[in-house]
């Protein structure tokens, strides 16, 4: 991995990064790549895959409910409302 290849993951990403952050982002890298060697080179062969006879049992849906149904009444219990939807506060 080279300076350009983080400065190309930093565009993508859209955040700014100083030279400093960039040569440290390289240094970090290659140590996460090469962890990330050390994972592929593990032999999963013999390794069993299965759950076992543990399972997750659905019951049959025999009477789904039609989408909307509940809304006016979900709404009504709201705090807050706009165009159909709970109004929250914006937390970003």
Known sequence: ???KDIENL???SRIELSEDE???LLDEMDSVL????????VKIEDLKTEAGELRNIMRE???PYVG???TDEILAEAPD????????KKIL
């Open 1 to 3: 991995m080279e300076i």
């Open 10 to 12: 930093a565009n993508l």
């Open 22 to 24: 960039k040569n440290e």
């Open 34 to 41: 090469g962890f990330v060697d050390q994972i592929q080179d």
């Open 61 to 63: 849906d025999n009477n």
């Open 68 to 70: 909307g149904e509940f």
């Open 81 to 88: 409302t706009q165009d159909g939807f709970v109004k929250v």
